[in-house]
């Protein structure tokens, strides 16, 4: 199928419309934040799925019900899908917790107004370009990444749903005054997990004992989160996600894009990151 038959545009982004309605933006638009809610912020294939275990067993206290009874897009819900417009999120008890992959100059008014906390996970984009390829191979809501060099060069140009990964990390690195921002990459996720949990339950201001840390990160291990049929996608049709081409679990490592860029293709990669992240302070695990 086209673009134009999976695809539909707001802002200037390509979204996918099996997820994405007139409706379910309308109401994303108007949603009204509340000071305590928790906001996973990703670019697509950098550790959502993987947030939406963490935070909601940090803010549990390391109770697994609800990873072990709700659906990750129920427990954590994408504020622009459509799923949102069903989950009542208005009478959910605080602390609320939402993922987004929207830029941050695509929130609604009231995000501004209330400055919830926001979880920015990041990824070396080699590695989300590789994991991207896959996604759309096994997606048939996503076109077909084939040829692979054209779709380099759709992704290295933003022609992919969710647009640029490069304005989707500028434009989080560059939040407005008084926003909380925890900013964590999944490379230092996949290196210290541990360390990583205790972070984040830091910022969350939720006091954890080590015992309970080390309880959550190993339940978040890449082995047993794919276990988990609340978090694996194994209940979506294989019409809509077929594993058998390519499971959602799929290596869950960092530098697996040495097995899919050609020489070439890294060079000009890296020659493109070098000219789009030029003026970015910012020090990434992979620079
Ligand atoms: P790979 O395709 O490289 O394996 P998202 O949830 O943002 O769509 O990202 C999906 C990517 O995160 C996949 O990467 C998936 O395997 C990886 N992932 C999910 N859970 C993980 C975990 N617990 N540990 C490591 N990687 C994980």
Same mark, same amino acid.
């Given at each position: 199928?086209?673009?134009?038959?999976?695809?539909?545009?707001?802002?200037?982004?390509?979204?996918?419309?099996?997820?994405?309605?007139?409706?379910?933006?309308?109401?994303?638009?108007?949603?009204?934040?509340?000071?305590?809610?928790?906001?996973?912020?990703?670019?697509?294939?950098?550790?959502?799925?993987?947030?939406?275990?963490?935070?909601?067993?940090?803010?549990?206290?390391?109770?697994?019900?609800?990873?072990?009874?709700?659906?990750?897009?129920?427990?954590?819900?994408?504020?622009?899908?459509?799923?949102?417009?069903?989950?009542?999120?208005?009478?959910?008890?605080?602390?609320?917790?939402?993922?987004?992959? %929207? =830029?941050?100059?695509?929130? *609604?008014? !009231?995000? @501004?107004?209330? +400055?919830?906390?926001?979880?920015? $996970?990041?990824?070396?984009?080699?590695?989300?370009?590789?994991?991207?390829?896959?996604?759309?191979?096994?997606?048939? %809501? =996503?076109?077909?990444?084939? *040829?692979? !060099?054209? @779709?380099?060069? +759709?992704?290295?140009?933003?022609? $992919?749903?969710?647009?640029?990964?490069?304005?989707?990390?500028?434009?989080?690195?560059?939040?407005?005054?008084?926003?909380?921002?925890?900013?964590?990459?999944?490379?230092?996720?996949?290196?210290?997990?541990?360390?990583?949990?205790?972070?984040?339950?830091?910022?969350?201001?939720?006091?954890?004992?080590?015992?309970?840390?080390?309880?959550?990160?190993?339940?978040?291990?890449?082995?047993?989160?794919?276990?988990?049929?609340?978090?694996?996608?194994?209940?979506?049709?294989?019409?809509?996600?077929?594993?058998?081409?390519?499971?959602?679990?799929?290596?869950?490592?960092?530098?697996?894009?040495?097995?899919?860029?050609?020489?070439?293709?890294?060079?000009?990669?890296?020659?493109?990151?070098?000219?789009?992240?030029?003026?970015?302070?910012?020090?990434?695990?992979?620079?």
């Amino acid at each position: 199928m086209t673009e134009e038959d999976l695809y539909i545009s707001y802002k200037g982004i390509k979204l996918p419309k099996i997820a994405h309605t007139p409706e379910s933006l309308k109401h994303f638009e108007e949603f009204t934040f509340r000071p305590d809610d928790v906001l996973i912020v990703t670019y697509p294939k950098s550790g959502t799925t993987w947030m939406q275990e963490i935070v909601p067993l940090i803010l549990s206290g390391g109770d697994p019900a609800s990873v072990e009874t709700l659906h990750n897009w129920d427990r954590v819900p994408w504020l622009e899908e459509h799923r949102a417009l069903v989950l009542n999120l208005e009478d959910r008890p605080s602390p609320r917790m939402f993922t987004t992959h %929207f =830029l941050d100059d695509m929130m *609604p008014a !009231s995000f @501004f107004a209330v +400055k919830p906390k926001v979880i920015y $996970v990041m990824r070396n984009p080699k590695d989300v370009f590789t994991s991207l390829f896959h996604y759309h191979v096994m997606a048939s %809501f =996503l076109v077909n990444p084939v *040829p692979q !060099s054209e @779709f380099l060069h +759709k992704f290295l140009d933003g022609r $992919v749903v969710f647009g640029t990964w490069f304005d989707h990390v500028k434009s989080w690195l560059n939040v407005g005054e008084g926003q909380q921002m925890l900013y964590i990459s999944y490379e230092e996720m996949v290196k210290d997990l541990k360390d990583s949990v205790r972070r984040i339950a830091q910022f969350l201001e939720k006091p954890l004992d080590a015992e309970v840390v080390e309880q959550i990160a190993n339940r978040c291990l890449f082995k047993n989160m794919k276990k988990n049929s609340m978090s694996n996608y194994s209940v979506v049709p294989c019409e809509i996600m077929d594993q058998t081409k390519s499971e959602f679990f799929r290596k869950g490592v960092v530098g697996d894009w040495q097995n899919q860029l050609t020489a070439a293709e890294a060079e000009y990669f890296d020659a493109v990151y070098k000219e789009k992240m030029k003026d970015v302070k910012y020090t990434f695990p992979w620079d």
